[in-house]
């Protein structure tokens, strides 16, 4: 059995990307500030790989996204950063009407396997521009598969998951989680797609939860227990695919559910759930679906605003007293 490392979030990325660059040389960085990185995800790199192989770029998200697609056509295996998850709205076009449509507009003779990493979220204070949650976003787009780590385990093991894939996927990394550690195997493991995880085990009540809402989701766990409350949480880790039977598993159990994101509610990763649950598991459900969600306004500069627009585990925790009478 591997031995276990106490590691950061932002170590767990960082190791998954040096032993798949390591396994298979089609693999390359490119990304704007590779060599001396914002979060520092990638410092160091480019003296093990050389510059051809963590390659800067200018500052053009539009230019990032279009030559990793190039590249990925053409047999590499390319992993673009995207310095805030914001900034994805510059690259919208490449993204959707060729990354995510390549591979079927072609008749499958055609495979687009790259990553864009990037991280989202808010809690640095840095503003409407550099702290939004656009995960919901690009689950309207077919043809992107879509990785929601939680922790370094998830993050490492999604990662390399990701980058051996066929298809495009989007790998969105919390950044708050890059600070938080976590146990990781020393050495090669993948986790696949499309298969959630159960953080958590309950008989009470089920919260989905995604990102840095599954912390805070445990947290409101920990303080119901005392109260004799028991909550199940789920993590899906993707949202496309997204694990529907895992979650309606635990559904038949608890009868009752909550979703919990950072993202703005209206529109979010929670009305999709929801909506499913409704045409596929209804009659399991005795209370209606509770959707936690960050507010539907840009997001404020000011740290005490800004911590005021999402879920907390205070308030999923009042919310899931109110929904258990």
Do not use: W
Request: charged share 25%; net charge negative.
């Amino acid at each position: 059995m591997a031995e276990m490392k106490l590691i950061t979030g932002k170590d767990a990325i960082r190791y998954a990307l040096i032993e798949e660059m390591r396994r298979d040389k089609s693999v390359f960085l490119l990304g704007e500030d590779l060599e001396q990185a914002t979060f520092g995800v990638t410092d160091g790199l480019i003296e093990e790989f050389g510059a051809e192989r963590v390659r800067n770029t200018p500052i053009s998200e539009n230019a990032i996204v279009g030559a990793a697609i190039g590249a990925a056509l053409t047999g590499m295996r390319p992993v673009a950063e995207i310095m805030f998850a914001d900034f994805l709205m510059d690259a919208m076009d490449p993204i959707v009407n060729t990354m995510a449509k390549a591979r079927f507009m072609t008749g499958g003779q055609a495979k687009v396997p790259m990553v864009i990493r990037t991280p989202s979220g808010a809690g640095l204070s840095a503003g409407a521009q550099h702290s939004q949650s656009p995960e919901a976003l690009f689950m309207h787009i077919p043809g992107i598969r879509i990785a929601v780590p939680s922790t370094p385990y998830d993050m490492k093991g999604l990662l390399k998951t990701a980058i051996r894939s066929d298809d495009p996927v989007l790998f969105f990394e919390h950044k708050m989680l890059y600070y938080e550690g976590g146990d990781v195997p020393d050495g090669d493991y993948t986790i696949p797609f499309g298969k959630a995880d159960v953080k958590r085990k309950g008989k009470d009540i089920t919260i989905v939860a995604v990102l840095a809402m599954v912390k805070k989701a445990l947290m409101a766990a920990d303080m119901l227990a005392g109260e004799g409350i028991e909550v199940e949480v789920v993590d899906p880790m993707t949202l496309n695919p997204l694990d529907m039977e895992t979650i309606i598993n635990s559904l038949k159990k608890t009868k009752r559910l909550m979703t919990v994101e950072e993202g703005a509610r209206t529109g979010g990763i929670g009305a999709e759930i929801a909506a499913r649950v409704a045409e596929e598991a209804l009659d399991y459900l005795d209370a209606p679906i509770k959707r936690l969600g960050g507010m539907d306004c840009p997001i404020p500069f000011s740290p005490v605003l800004e911590e005021a627009m999402y879920p907390t585990e205070d308030s999923i925790a009042a919310a899931v007293k109110q929904m258990l009478g």
